[in-house]
T-cell receptor, first 111, second 115 residues
């Protein structure tokens, strides 16, 4: 089992709809969870981070964390073509001094 | 506030040569992380430096090494370059250690191509 798993996609969503991206992790003691957006050929850009169970909203983005089920998700409301990118989930493991990245989900917003 | 800066942007080497990549963290950040991202693949953790010390390394051979300077900038050295070392090398910094909850912020990366 991979430490951090994401569906590679591509996930195709019509413009204006809600895009839902999911991530599962294996370390039950994980404390911090991050979502990054990466455009092709560019470096990852931090979108959101979440530490506590529940929802955290920032503009059109909502991160959802469920530690009991070991998943974290990212919702993008009113999807725009500029949201088309690869979204990386990252988890800080409790037992290792490093952050583990998932392989990313490619999101495509169709006009 | 200036972000994480990396140099050079591109680097072309041949097999067997040595490469040096440089990174300057965001002002006030003491932790620097290095990642390798091969084409179409995810981020692979390479090294973590904090306060001048190597704190952790990923599953990479010893020919991948680095250091952190007193001003918290960092170098990544790759010796005896192999074709599969061709990748985007990303540097990130954070204001705390990886045991804190502070997120990492990435530079634009150095694209290393091995001919």
């Amino acid at each position: 089992q991979k430490e951090v798993e994401q569906n590679s996609g591509p996930l195709s969503v019509p413009e204006g709809a809600i895009a839902s991206l999911n991530c599962t992790y294996s370390d039950r003691g994980s404390q911090s969870f991050f979502w990054y957006r990466q455009y092709s050929g560019k470096s990852p850009e931090l979108i959101m981070f979440i530490y506590s169970n529940g929802d955290k909203e920032d503009g059109r983005f909502t991160a959802q964390l469920n530690k009991a089920s070991q998943y974290v998700s990212l919702l993008i409301r009113d999807s725009q073509p500029s949201d088309s990118a690869t979204y990386l989930c990252a988890v800080r493991y409790s037992s290792a001094s490093k952050i583990i990245f998932g392989s990313g989900t490619r999101l495509s917003i169709r006009p | 506030e200036a972000g994480v800066t990396q140099s050079p942007t591109h680097l072309i080497k041949t097999r067997g040569q040595q490469a040096t990549l440089r990174c300057s963290p965001i002002s006030g950040h003491t932790s620097v992380y290095w990642y390798q991202q091969a084409l179409g693949l995810g981020l692979q953790f390479l090294l973590w430096y904090d306060e001048g010390e190597e704190r952790n390394r990923g599953n990479f051979p010893p020919r991948f090494s680095g250091r952190q300077f007193p001003n918290y900038s960092s170098e990544l050295n790759v010796n005896a370059l192999e074709l599969e070392d061709s990748a985007l090398y990303l540097c990130a910094s954070s204001s705390g250690t990886v045991f804190s909850n502070q997120p990492q912020h990435f530079g634009d990366g150095t694209r290393l191509s091995i001919l």
